[in-house]
């Protein structure tokens, strides 16, 4: 079976992104998904796991990525013109006492040089979810204090 794996998604375009907002899931929490759309076809989430093996290919994940970008809400064109036509250059993922944290997605780092990142789960009305987009000097803030490593370089 094929593997889609983070390496091979750097220096992909994205063409288009779409999310699913859901105001109180089955755990009382308000949730927040993107899904982003690469020229090559593919359609990903934000990853929050810094395994290279990202997503196993098979029909049943296929078509799960595919029913999600294709039933979400479009991203607002003044929001979409920092994201289309950039390429993925890193990724960025947070970590706790030398542990992935699952509760963050990771940062991706696009060739325009800023970030993308989203805000997953919170308490209804305490916090914002949705997109965050940095610049660098936001995202050199953000993460100040904050074990963030970069993809490429812990390859290296």
Do not use: C, W
């Not at 049943?60 to 979409?80: D, R, S, W």
């Not at 916090?127 to 963030?148: A, H, M, R, W, Y």
Request: hydrophobic residues 35%.
């Amino acid at each position: 079976m094929k593997i889609l794996k983070l390496s091979d998604l750097i220096g992909q375009e994205i063409t288009d992104l779409n999310y699913h907002y859901v105001a109180e899931n089955e755990f009382g929490l308000q949730s927040f998904h993107s899904f982003i759309k690469l020229k090559s076809g593919a359609i990903i989430d934000i990853p929050k796991f810094d395994n290279d093996d990202y997503l196993l290919l098979n029909e049943e994940n296929l078509a799960y990525f595919l029913n999600k970008f294709n039933t979400g809400e479009p991203v607002a064109e003044h929001i979409k013109k920092y994201l289309s036509g950039q390429k993925i250059k890193d990724f960025y993922f947070n970590y706790y006492e030398n542990e992935i944290d699952l509760d963050r997605s990771a940062y991706i780092q696009l060739s325009n040089g800023n970030y993308l990142t989203e805000n997953n789960y919170g308490p209804a009305g305490m916090i914002p979810l949705d997109l965050v987009i940095l610049n660098e000097d936001d995202f050199s803030e953000q993460t100040k204090g904050i074990d963030v490593r970069s993809f490429i370089r812990r390859r290296m």
